[in-house]
């Protein structure tokens, strides 16, 4: 199973949401200059629908998909009144499924790792999310909710799949293809390269569906994975899905060891080269990031990091485009 490439579907339903608002797409000569390229193009998902990221596209689309089919002339505050979406979550992932749940009159319960920073948390509970700390590890803390969702008849909206579960993650990202649609509308010729950073893959996959169906083989796709967690490197490696080995990473959104299932089939059609960038490797880009006027994480800004390293096949006639995922943590 692949992920799906068209974006129609979202943008029709996104059309009917007053938070919804195209994110800019902006060139930034200085940072081209830096990275010795002829163009940058950078799709800024800070302010996404006032959710700090990318993922206000996925698990809200997914819960407004499931309210719509439920009853179309329904009032949306209490279309899935009774309704409990519960989810592990390195931070962001969790505020979409906060928001979408709080919308649509549901209920979220959203697991977190104890190394989930505190202020993802805090933001959590704002929208009305009740959290729940469990395990070391993204994975862990996975095996919670899902234990949770069986116990108390939950639903399990993960942006992550495996065999057996993949009707809400394959919504989930479909919801991203919106991203890669406004970036199609908004720039002026497909770029000859897209970094594009992955954790459990969902983003990427998404996105190099859409830029596969609207651009073709142009652009050369690149995977950008913490080298402490690259699960989709060693999956495409050894031909099957596996989970990788390591520390954990200062690239907390990013630092999933076992890929989806469904973006991984995607990403093994779809993608060119896959890449890992180091802990000093994404400290010191994001510091200079900062310093050319684009706040955000580790993890937010991994693609553009290992642009900043030097990656091979990238020469100085090379149009790059990459996404800045999300804010600041302490936004």
């Keep these: 199973m692949s992920p799906r490439s068209d974006a129609a579907a979202v943008a029709r339903l996104l059309s009917l949401c007053p938070a919804h608002a195209v994110t800019p797409c902006e060139e930034l000569p200085g940072l081209a200059a830096r990275a010795g390229i002829a163009r940058l193009h950078v799709k800024d998902e800070r302010n996404r629908m006032g959710l700090g990221s990318f993922k206000a596209l996925g698990a809200s689309f997914a819960i407004a998909q499931e309210a719509a089919r439920k009853d179309p002339s329904a009032d949306w505050g209490t279309a899935l009144q009774g309704r409990t979406y519960v989810t592990a979550s390195a931070g962001n992932h969790g ?29 959590l509970r704002a929208r009305g999310a009740t959290v729940v700390r469990a395990g070391a590890t993204y994975e862990e803390s996975m095996t919670a909710a899902a234990d949770a969702a069986r116990r ?21 990202m479909e919801g991203y293809l919106q991203l890669a649609a406004e970036v199609v509308a908004q720039m002026d010729a497909p770029p000859s390269h897209i970094l594009l950073q992955a954790g459990v893959g969902g983003l990427a996959a998404a996105v190099a569906a859409h830029v596969r169906f609207a651009w073709g083989d142009t652009p050369v796709i690149i995977v950008v994975e913490p080298s402490v967690a690259a699960a989709l490197m060693e999956s495409i490696r ?56 684009v706040a955000t994480t580790p993890s937010g800004g991994a693609g553009l990091a290992a642009l900043l390293c030097g990656l091979p096949g990238i020469g100085p006639d090379a149009s790059v485009l990459a996404i800045v995922s999300e804010g600041p943590e302490d936004a």
């Design 238 to 293: 050894a031909g099957r899905l596996v989970t990788a080995a390591g520390p954990s990473s200062c690239m907390g959104r990013l630092d999933c060891k076992t890929p989806s299932e469904i973006a991984l089939a995607g990403l093994s059609r779809d993608a060119d080269l896959f890449v890992t960038i180091t802990e000093d490797e994404a400290a010191a880009g994001i510091a200079e990031l900062a310093e050319h006027g």
């Design 152 to 172: 108390n008849g939950w639903a399990l909206l993960s942006d992550s799949s495996w065999p057996g579960y993949s009707e809400l993650p394959m919504a989930v």
């Design 95 to 123: 505020m979409s499924v906060a928001a979408g749940a709080r919308v649509f009159g549901a209920r979220a319960v959203i697991y977190l790792a104890e190394t989930v920073p505190e202020a993802f948390a805090i933001r």
